[in-house]
């Protein structure tokens, strides 16, 4: 059974820091592609960051140079480094990791930016 469980998430100041991480279990993670994405309500779910053994890792314009993403595959983890946050940063963050022929999603974890 694959679970994907992230943590970290809370509120913050605007200009703070925050980090999630998300472990994954259950999938082959050391090839897999992963990423973070965030829904705010009434706001499609965006992409901030990606990476992949094929490619450099991807950031979203509005987080580019201050979200870093990192995985660690003998763990199965893959974090989300979150410096001088914004209020438009707050939504629900979520997991992803696409494994098995399909993607896989955690159930979301809450970071609100206070200004």
């Known amino acids: 059974q694959v679970q994907l469980v992230e943590s970290g998430g809370g509120v913050v100041q605007a200009g703070g820091s925050l980090r999630l991480s998300c472990a994954a279990s259950?999938?082959?993670?050391?090839?897999?592609?992963v990423a973070w994405y965030r829904q705010a309500p009434g706001i499609q779910r965006e992409l901030v960051a990606r990476?992949?053994?094929?490619?450099?890792?991807d950031y979203s314009d509005s987080v580019k140079d201050r979200f870093t993403i990192s995985r660690e595959n003998n763990k199965g983890t893959v974090d989300l480094q979150m410096n001088n946050v914004k209020p438009k940063d707050t939504a629900v963050y979520l997991c992803?990791?696409?494994?098995?022929?399909?993607?896989?999603w955690g159930q979301g974890t809450q970071v609100t930016v206070s200004s």
């Open positions: 259950g999938i082959p993670f050391e090839l897999a592609p």
């Open positions: 992803y990791v696409f494994g098995r022929g399909r993607s896989f």
């Open positions: 990476s992949s053994p094929s490619r450099s890792d």
